[in-house]
């Protein structure tokens, strides 16, 4: 489970899968009632939620052609 200050990522983590999404068709597909709820209306808050996920193991980022960041959710990392 994440460790991290929970409402934003998770939010986020819903519409990760195993398809690759860019950053911004991500907060596209989020709209403006669950950012606004999850507290992410900044696209940097969103960014960083994102960046939380990816930290935690949940998910993964990669770079299309344009250099665009592309992001889909991940194996959990395994506890030790």
């Known amino acids: ?18 398809e690759p ?3 911004s068709a991500l907060y596209d597909e989020l709209g403006y009632v669950e950012l606004m ?4 209306i900044p696209y940097a808050a969103f960014r960083r939620a994102l960046e939380e996920l990816e930290a935690e193991g949940l998910a993964a980022s990669s770079f299309d052609e344009e250099d665009g960041t592309l992001w889909r959710s991940a194996q959990p990392r395994a506890s030790h």
């Not at 489970?1 to 819903?14: D, E, H, K, Y």
């Not at 709820?37 to 992410?40: F, I, M």
């Open 21 to 23: 999404k860019s950053t």
């Open 37 to 40: 709820r999850a507290g992410l």
């Open 1 to 18: 489970m994440p460790t991290f200050s929970a409402r934003g990522p998770l939010a986020v983590l819903a519409h990760l899968g195993p």
